[in-house]
């Protein structure tokens, strides 16, 4: 209760690097039980000059996302619990809660709602879900069960994705053992250009899938969901969107144009830890094609317990057991209804529109993206001058918000991903922006 209490003033940096604090957690094993209590004062003692706060209203690094009250609270019910949310059965709480949260994430964003859901430990996971399902159903429409068969003297499966997508797809394109994508040229906010999907589509002969996305990491565009969809359907392709933080958006009417067609796809990743809010970790994998999921990961076995013919929680992810992910979901979703989540979504995206009309309204500011989401990418000038600022910035410590490279620039990235992050916070970032830039002082000519 301290730690969230000190949020809204805190310093938004850790003061200490995990070196600094391995020696304070005491090095050896200890050899003695210690009293329960005393470790867990321990180890919030010892630890908070090593806490980022990820979920103060100053934090803009990456796409992290806050906290909602009532997630945070059903987080710790979901331990106190400690139930194993593998089986209908064994966890019929859980079973019933994540069933319901999953039901209700597939209705706000309007995806066919018959679609199984998987809550994964996040959106690598999810992409992974959605690919693997669509592995093994690319496969089945040409003659091939990749389960009983595997990948030896399979066909040979062709994966396009746009040159920006997420760096996590192509890690689960390696899990699933179908190394990387055949790049589809994008345009200058990341969008994957359809025409150039066509003629990638021309090209390949057999089993398809094609990975959009939802939300760009740098600019937060979306690609052409319909156009694509449509294109990759006419092949018999699979469609697998990484919506990891931009699915969200589906949920807001003001996004409607923006995400048309995304419920054509056959699977979507997307987080709860960033977008809506709840504490980590908590992906969502959702597969629309009947029982593609479940081909992909169902099992069975005579010590488990079937609750009849019910798809079991485990059957949809990788994960056997597992901690019951899903019920902080169900707790976000039910503290804001639907409205309150409509909400939450559009203030994200006005803090962001915010935040890049008062930056930009700095001298030597230039805002590289069409804001179209919750972010916002920022050049100071040179690439150094960047990244000095950049540097300033985060040892000011009154935000935080990440450096990266976009179109082979350093850039500044601003993700407004926390639910609490209100106008005067959106104030102290211009102002705390203000400062680095007057730190590094006048661009040299
Ligand atoms: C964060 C992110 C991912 C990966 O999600 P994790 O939850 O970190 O595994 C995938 N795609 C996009 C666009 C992301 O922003």
Partial sequence: MEWIESLPDRPVAPTKSANDLLPLFGGVLP???????????????LAEPG??????????????????????????????????????????????????????????????????????????AANFVGITAGRGWVLEQAGWDINAQGFNGAPRITVLAGAERHISVDLALRYSGLGLPTLVDADDQGRIIPSALASALDDVDGPVIVCLQAGNLHSGAFDPMRECSDLAHA??????????????????????????????????????????????????????????????????????????????????????????????????????????????????????????????????????????????????????????????LISDGTVWMSGSKWNGHDILRISVSNWSTDAAEVAIAIAAVKRAIAAVGIEPD
């Fill in 235 to 392: 092949k018999n392709a699979w469609v697998h969107v990484d919506g990891a933080f931009g699915l969200w958006a589906a949920a807001s009417p003001q996004f409607v144009d923006a995400l048309d067609g995304v419920d054509l796809a056959d699977s979507w990743a997307t987080d709860a830890h960033k977008t809506l809010n709840v504490p980590y970790d908590c992906g969502v994998a959702i597969v629309s094609k009947k029982d593609a999921a479940v081909k992909a990961f169902g099992v069975q076995a005579s010590y488990l317990t079937r609750d009849g013919a019910m798809t079991d929680p485990m059957e949809v992810t990788p994960e056997m057991s597992r901690r019951a992910r899903g019920v902080p979901v169900w707790a976000a979703l039910r503290q804001l209804g639907r409205t309150g989540v409509v909400d939450m979504i559009d203030r994200l995206a006005e803090n962001a529109r915010a935040l890049a009309s008062g930056l930009g309204a700095l001298g030597g500011v230039t805002v590289l993206n069409d804001v179209v989401f919750t972010q916002v990418s920022l050049s100071f000038g040179a690439d150094e001058r960047t990244r000095e600022v950049t540097a300033r």
């Fill in 51 to 124: 806490i980022m706060a990820m979920s103060s209203g100053r934090f803009f690094g990456w796409v992290i996302g806050g906290t909602l009250p009532a997630a945070l609270g059903a987080d710790w019910l979901v331990s106190a619990w400690d139930q194993n949310a593998a089986m209908r059965y064994a966890s019929p709480a859980t079973a019933a809660i994540e069933e319901t949260a999953g039901r209700w994430i597939v209705e706000l964003l309007g995806l066919p709602t018959r679609s199984d859901v998987g809550f994964t430990t996040g959106g690598t």
């Fill in 31 to 45: 050899d003695h039980p210690t009293d329960p209590v005393d470790v867990v004062d321990e180890l919030a003692t």
